[in-house]
Every structure is written in C-alpha cells, then in structure tokens.
C-alpha cells in the first residue's frame, strides 16, 4: 500500500539480541476518503524490512466506545517495545502480515451475479442471455449467486480501511476476485419491496472492502457496470431504488454505470421469453457493454 503522505509521530530504536530493529509510529490523513478519517500505523522493522505491522483507524470506534485510535496504537507500540526488549521471538513469530497484491489476470471478463433466489426465474433467463451473448463474442464469463454463497453480511467494523481486505474470510473473497479482473460486471437484481433482495444487498455492501482495497492502493483498470432490473408491477417508478442502490455500487468501484436494462410487469407477464424484441435489445446492451472503452 501507499505509504506517501503518512507523518512520522514517535520512532524508537531497540538493541535486542545484538540486533537493532524500529518502531516507528505513522499517522495518514484519509480523509479524501471519509470525513476525518485518520489511519495510525506502528511498524516493527529491521533496516527497511517491515518485521510486523499493526493498524487502525478512527472509523473503528463507534460512539459507544471511547478508545482513541492514536492511543490504542501507541499502546501497542509501548507492548512491543516490551516485548522485544523480554522476547523478541514471540512478537517476530505471530501473524502480522498483509495480503500479497492482488492478480487480476485469472478473471473472467465478463462477471455476472444473479441476484434473484429464484435460479429459474426470469432474472435467471436474462442472466442465461447474457452469459450466452458474451460467449458468442469470445468473452469468458462466471456466474455468482448470491443465495447459494457463505456471505456474512457487512458489520460495519470499517477494518477493512486498516489492510484493505475484509476481517470476515469467506464466500466473498471469491467474488470480490472474480470482480477485481473483469472488464464488464452485470449485476442482475429483481425488485424486492421497492429495493435489491438481501442476498444480492450483503453482497453489494461487503465489496465495501473492495472500495478499502482501491482506494488505498489504487487501479488503473477501467471497468463498466450493467443493472438489470426486473419488476413485477408496471412502471419505471417500481426501479428508482434498485437503480440507485445499484449505481452507487458500481461508482463505489470505480465502474462506469452504463444505461439500466429495465424489464416491468412481470407479474402479468410472467416469462420474459414471451416479450417480444427483448432479448435482442439486451444484446445489444450486452455488446455496448463488451466494447473496449
Ligand atoms: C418478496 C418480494 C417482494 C417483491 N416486491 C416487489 C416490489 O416492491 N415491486 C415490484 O414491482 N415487484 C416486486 N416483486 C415482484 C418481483 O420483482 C418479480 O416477481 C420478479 O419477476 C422476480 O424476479 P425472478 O422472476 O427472477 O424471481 C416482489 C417479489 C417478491 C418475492
């Protein structure tokens, strides 16, 4: 991660077993990502080795919960000052690591999540379109849904702002691989009271560690983002949530939204199939969205 723009506040040098390693306290103005938000680093390091790392950040603490973050990061630099005065084995032996950087190169270009439960409903139909538009075209393609996943919805730790990657290990971490490397990511969402159904919601709010991961460390990958919507009633109106929640997603991440494929009335209509010219308009929806930008 980028460590430009991070003020040095405390630095100690300590002789232990004929070795001298630092400890140095960092603290980085975030605030280009959030309000003042501020990001504390303690680094234990020999030369310029980084040996551990430890970080935190004023997002962390919610109201109820007075720890300040420069404190709680001074205390862990006062603890393993200690510790490596009495022990530096124990403190160079635990797990301070962070993840390596991220291959992109093993995605599929065209990511598709399914966020209907229902796998053979008409969300599922377009979604089968889809895949079969982008293969036509030579694109390879993987399919997510959600429903089927291990994904815990987001806690709001804002962790993720620390180490760019999420403090919960499962399903997600797929996904958010999968969506790191693709060139189009279409996000196929039925209206579930005015809104995005849960499954496909705790997805979208998770990938907040994606924005961590971004944000933090920068990408120069230009990607775009397709929204279909499918409503029961009839009206542009039924979609105005799922659009927005939707559009912000892809904005979060740094996708160009491109022009929502919007399909009503399925509650009279039932099966998509029957309407006539549509799957041939979301083709063409589709090849826009293939087009190299
Ligand atoms: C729990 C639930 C809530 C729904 N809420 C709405 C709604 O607020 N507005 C709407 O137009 N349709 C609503 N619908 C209808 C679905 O959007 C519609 O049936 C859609 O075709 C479902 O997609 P699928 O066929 O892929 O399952 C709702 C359906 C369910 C099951």
Redesign the pocket.
């Known amino acids: 991660m980028d460590e430009a723009g991070a003020i040095l506040i405390r630095k100690v040098e300590v002789l232990s077993g004929g070795v001298t390693y630092s400890l140095v306290l960092l603290e980085e103005d975030l605030s280009s990502l959030y309000p003042g938000m501020i990001r504390y680093t303690v680094e234990l390091k020999e030369k310029e080795s980084i040996l551990a790392r430890f970080r935190t950040n004023s997002y962390e603490y919610s109201p109820t919960v007075p720890n300040e973050p420069r404190a709680v990061a001074e205390r862990v630099m006062d603890r393993w000052e200690k510790e490596l005065r009495s022990d530096p084995a124990g403190i160079l032996s635990s797990e301070h690591s962070e993840s390596p950087p991220r291959n992109e190169g093993d995605s599929a270009d065209v990511v598709v999540i399914?966020g209907?439960?229902?796998p053979d409903?008409?969300?599922?139909?377009?979604c089968s379109w889809v895949v079969e538009e982008a293969e036509m075209a030579g694109r390879s393609v993987a399919i997510i849904f959600p429903h089927d996943l291990d994904i815990k919805p987001c806690i709001g730790c804002y962790q993720c702002y620390n180490t760019g990657t999420c403090t919960f290990s499962d399903d997600m971490d797929g996904i958010i691989h999968a969506v790191s490397g693709c060139d189009l990511l279409v996000v196929?969402s039925?209206?579930?009271?005015?809104?995005v159904?849960a499954g496909l919601k705790a997805v979208i709010d998770r990938f907040q560690a994606f924005h961590a991961e971004r944000s933090l460390g920068g990408s120069n990958k230009t990607q775009k983002g397709l929204l279909l919507g499918?409503?029961?009633?009839?009206?542009e109106r039924?979609?105005l949530c799922v659009t927005r929640v939707v559009e912000s997603f892809f904005l979060n991440l740094s996708m160009k939204p491109l022009s929502p494929f919007l399909?009503?009335r399925?509650?009279e209509v039932r099966d998509?199939r029957t309407m006539p010219e549509l799957r041939a308009r979301l083709a063409s929806a589709v090849r826009e969205g293939l087009e190299r930008s």
């Open positions: 399914q209907s439960p229902r409903g008409n969300c599922g139909i377009l196929c039925p209206v579930y009271t005015n809104t159904p499918v409503a029961g009633r009839k009206g039924n979609f399909v009503d399925m509650d998509v």
